[in-house]
C-alpha cells in the first residue's frame, strides 16, 4: 500500500493521516444525527490530526495555527445554538487570517492575478461568488449577525485571493473548496427551510468540501 509519506502505514505521519481520514469518515456518517459527544469529538478530530501531521512534518507554524483554529471552530460548530455558532465563526475568521497570511508569505504577490489570465479569472468568479452570497445572506440574517457574517465573508475572499498568488495548484483548489464548503453551509443553515429534505445531502456536502479542502491545503504544503 502506497502511503504518502515515507515509513509506510507504521510510520507515525501516515497513522496520523489515517486516523485523521477515519475520524472525517466517521462525522460524515454521523454528520445528520443530533449532536453528542461522540459526534463533536469525530469532527474536532479529523482536523486536529491534520494540526498534529504538520507539525510531525515540519510543516510551516502558520498551517500548523490555522488547523488548530479550524478544530476548535468545528468543536464549536458540532454544537448546536447562536452561541456556539458564533465561536465557529469566529475560529474560523482568525483561523482565515492566519492562512492568508501563509499563502502571502508562500505566493508570488497580489500582481499575479492580473498578470496570469486564469488566476484573475478565478479571482473574478470568486469575488462574484462572494457578493451574491452577501446579498442573499444580508436579507435573511438578523441585525447582531450582519456585521460578524460579512466579516467573514471578506475573509474567505481573501484567503481564495491570497491562495490564487502561489503556484500549488492543492493549495488554490483546497481554498476553492473552503469557499464552496463555507457558501453551501450558509445556503443550508440561513437560506433553506427547516424542513426542507435537501439539508440532509447539504450537511453532508459541506463536510466533505470542508474535509477535502483542509486535506488538500495540508497535502500542499507538506509535499509541495
Known amino acids: 500500500m502506497t502511503m504518502p509519506f515515507a515509513g509506510g502505514i507504521d510510520a507515525n505521519a501516515n497513522a496520523t493521516l489515517i486516523f485523521s481520514l477515519v475520524a472525517a ?15 463533536s469529538a469525530a469532527k474536532t478530530l479529523a482536523v486536529a490530526m491534520l ?12 498551517l500548523v495555527a490555522a488547523l488548530a483554529l479550524s478544530a476548535i471552530g468545528d468543536a464549536f460548530l458540532s454544537r448546536d445554538g447562536e452561541k456556539a455558532f458564533l465561536g465557529g465563526l469566529a ?6 487570517i492566519v492562512y492568508i497570511a ?8 497580489l500582481a499575479l492575478l492580473g498578470a496570469e489570465a486564469w488566476r484573475g479569472a478565478i479571482a473574478l468568479a470568486l469575488a ?21 457574517i460579512a466579516c467573514y465573508v471578506l475573509a474567505i475572499l481573501a484567503m481564495g485571493m491570497a491562495a490564487l498568488t502561489t503556484s500549488n495548484a492543492w493549495v488554490i483548489g483546497g ?42 491545503i495540508t497535502l500542499g504544503f507538506l509535499l509541495g
Do not use: C, N
Open 25 to 39: 469518515v466517521i462525522y460524515a456518517f454521523s454528520s445528520g444525527m443530533a449532536p453528542t459527544l461522540a459526534r
Open 51 to 62: 494540526a498534529v501531521l504538520a507539525a510531525l512534518q515540519g510543516g510551516p507554524l502558520l
Open 91 to 96: 475560529s474560523f475568521l482568525v483561523a482565515h
Open 102 to 109: 501563509l499563502f502571502l508569505r508562500s505566493g508570488g504577490g
Open 128 to 148: 462574484v461568488f462572494v457578493i451574491v452570497m452577501l446579498a442573499a445572506l444580508w436579507r435573511r440574517v438578523g441585525p447582531s449577525l450582519r456585521v460578524p
Open 175 to 216: 481554498a476553492v473548496l473552503f469557499m464552496a464548503s463555507d457558501g453551501l453551509l450558509a445556503m443550508e443553515k440561513f437560506l433553506v427551510a427547516a424542513i426542507s429534505p435537501h439539508r440532509g445531502w447539504m450537511r453532508l456536502a459541506v463536510w466533505v468540501l470542508y474535509y477535502t479542502a483542509q486535506l488538500a
